[in-house]
């Protein structure tokens, strides 16, 4: 998949939340969209998701405009915001199968990847099964939604997420979703596997050593504006002195 972006603005009520960015993002990546608050992260993610439409600009996949009209894109992506939508009645089981339904794809096969890179066809059922247990959700999957803690409700979602291997992920601050290091370590192992396979994961952050360490594409917002693109040492290039990005991220900090 293909993903470029070409001039795109936002405008909130005249407000510019992201002035002309344009880029592609590379397939069979992990992306991170690093930025101070207010940046435009999140207005990212939901213009690449199609939530909202640019105000001016094109988004592009495989050379075509992204529409949210256009279903057949749509069901090519998924996007899991920083707080995930729930409905607080029912159990993660059901959270996740509701998800899969409607995403068409029910008990059907799917393709896991092993530790070996080879990949293994197995019912849905049982990937999410095994998802539960690499998330630590085993105890709670018949609890309903509203009990779980903030970072089980998150783990959920994201189960849902890998289970449904999009060509694009796109998640909002996955680092400060209450998760344990146990779920950061499982999402961050699924995440990689899946790039492997040529899937694309853009994810959001002000985390820098999260980045430093998990991030083959960097992507560096301020007041909306892209100020910086490329590789993790490409972006260093534009540092000065240490060539750190702890150095050229700390341009954009309010004083």
Known sequence: ???????????????????????????????????????????????????????????????????????????????????????????????????????????QEVSESREDGTLEVKQIAAKVANLFKEFSL?????????????????KTALTAMIALDRELWLLDEPFASGMD?????????????????????????QILEIVETFADQVLVLNAGKLVAAGTLSEVRELATDTKSLQSFFEQFQPE
């Open 138 to 154: 085993l105890g709670c999957e018949a609890e309903p939604m509203s009990s779980l803690s903030r970072g089980q409700q998150y």
């Open 1 to 107: 998949m293909r993903i470029e972006l070409q001039s795109v603005t936002k405008k909130y009520l005249g407000q510019v939340a992201l002035s002309n960015v344009t880029t592609n993002l590379a397939e069979g990546s992990v992306i991170a969209v690093l930025g101070v608050n207010g940046a435009g992260k999140s207005t990212l993610l939901k213009c690449l998701s199609t939530q909202i439409q640019c105000t001016c600009g094109e988004i592009f996949m495989d050379s075509e405009p992204l529409r949210r009209a256009n279903i057949h894109q749509r069901r090519r992506l998924h996007f899991l915001p920083d707080f995930p939508y729930l409905v607080p009645h029912i159990d993660p089981v059901a959270y996740v199968g509701m998800v899969l339904d409607a995403y068409g794809i029910g008990s």
């Open 181 to 205: 290091p146990l779920g950061i370590k499982a999402f961050k192992r699924n995440a990689r596997h899946a790039a492997e396979r040529g899937r694309t994961i853009v994810y959001t952050t």
